[in-house]
């Protein structure tokens, strides 16, 4: 049987034929000829789907029917590849009207998202697992998946709704116990550098639920897809990546007692997803900061699994300032929404009794424009 439709727009099939894909051409590059889209199939277990131009030249062939091959047909529609020399990895990303928030901008959820996205399908890019821990031969064999330790975001500028993105992302080895992600995420019109990201990730055994040391055939199986020199997104000295964050003290100035995760916050691990975690910290922000201040950093230490039966209380204080070379601050936790930047701490810990910590944050605000 065959089903032809008849050449149209190009921006009208690629809507009706890729509504799920973040599909965009590069600004610079006008949309190909039209195409005529052909159909066939020879039984109910297999669709081969001909893209053709005009004079009758096959463009594409993309043959759907077993894992492997819709494997393929992602990576066609993804607009992501390793770069040249095979040891980083880049895509774009469209952001979306449900990914944009009160600020009409992306919320930093949705660039954690991203981020967490696009390691993933690097991971996949070179081969490793596709169940989402991106592990290794070795590690599947032993039962080992990687578990986020630190997430530290900085985000210069927020894409708006239709901005386009272009992140990069690269891994290498951290010390003997773990490795590191960096992402580097620029706007795509202007090659403008809007925010950068590092990550640490420490080996777990999923079935024991203890960490383990990286061995050396594991080391070896990623290594090879690492930078020879490290690469670091934050080269800087002292940079904030690297600020300690300090335990929040109780009784807290703000908090938001007794969330516990939706069906939707758990991840392929049946945990609660690690950009949750940051939703949960930013419920017990007090709403006069959410007003007039914008999030520009945001460091996650993780030190404990949350699970879908736990309940969890958010808290929120500012952040004591006793550096003396701080200008313009004093000693002291007191809100003053004068100031151009606010820092605060963040804790999430189990309710209950015993209130065991979660997660230690600390994020930094910065005035929003026009305020």
């Not at 008849?6 to 190909?32: E, G, K, W």
């Not at 390793?82 to 600020?103: A, H, M, P, Q």
């Not at 914008?294 to 030190?303: G, H, M, N, V, W």
Request: glycine residues 6%; negative net charge; aromatic residues 8%.
């Amino acid at each position: 049987m065959s089903m032809e439709l008849s050449a149209c727009n190009v921006t009208d099939r690629i809507h009706a034929l890729l509504p799920q894909c973040r599909f965009l051409a590069p600004y610079s590059r006008p949309f190909p000829p039209r195409r005529t889209l052909v159909f066939s199939s020879s039984s109910a277990a297999v669709c081969k789907a001909s893209v053709q131009s005009v004079d009758g030249g096959v463009v594409s062939a993309i043959e759907s029917g077993s894992a492997t091959a819709r494997g393929s047909f992602a990576d066609t529609l993804r607009l992501g590849s390793l770069t040249e020399d095979g040891l980083s990895y880049k895509e774009k990303f469209i952001v979306r009207c449900y990914e944009v928030g009160i600020n009409k901008t992306a919320t930093v959820e949705t660039i954690a998202n991203l981020l967490q996205e696009v390691g993933c399908n690097h991971a996949q890019g070179v081969g490793f697992s596709t169940d989402g821990f991106a592990t290794t031969p070795t590690m599947r064999k032993l039962h080992l998946i990687w578990v986020t330790a630190r997430m530290h975001i900085e985000i210069y500028r927020y894409p708006a709704w239709s901005d386009v993105v272009e992140i990069e992302t690269w891994c290498q080895s951290e010390g003997r116990i773990g490795t590191r992600r960096d992402w580097i995420m620029k706007d795509y019109a202007t090659g403008e550098v809007i925010g950068r990201a590092t990550s640490k990730w420490v080996m777990m055994n999923q079935d024991t639920r203890r960490l383990q040391k990286v061995n050396d055939e594991v080391r070896e199986e990623y290594l090879v897809f690492c930078p020879r020199e490290p690469r670091l997104s934050f080269p800087e000295a002292n940079n904030r990546s690297l600020k300690k964050i300090l335990k929040l003290e109780d009784p807290a100035q703000h908090s938001r007692l007794g969330l516990t995760p939706r069906r939707a916050d758990l991840d392929m691990n049946q945990h609660v997803n690690n950009v949750a975690y940051i939703g949960w910290v930013l419920e017990s922000m007090p709403q006069e900061v959410i007003d007039t201040h914008e999030l520009q950093t945001i460091t996650l230490d993780y030190r404990r699994e949350c699970q879908q039966d736990d309940v969890v209380d958010s808290l929120t204080s500012v952040e004591p300032v006793d550096e003396p070379e701080v200008h313009g601050k004093t000693n002291g936790s007191a809100l003053s929404l004068a100031e151009e930047s606010l820092n605060f701490l963040h804790m999430l810990r189990l309710a209950g009794e015993q209130g065991l910590e979660i997660n230690r944050g600390r994020t930094e605000w910065r005035k929003k424009l026009g305020r």
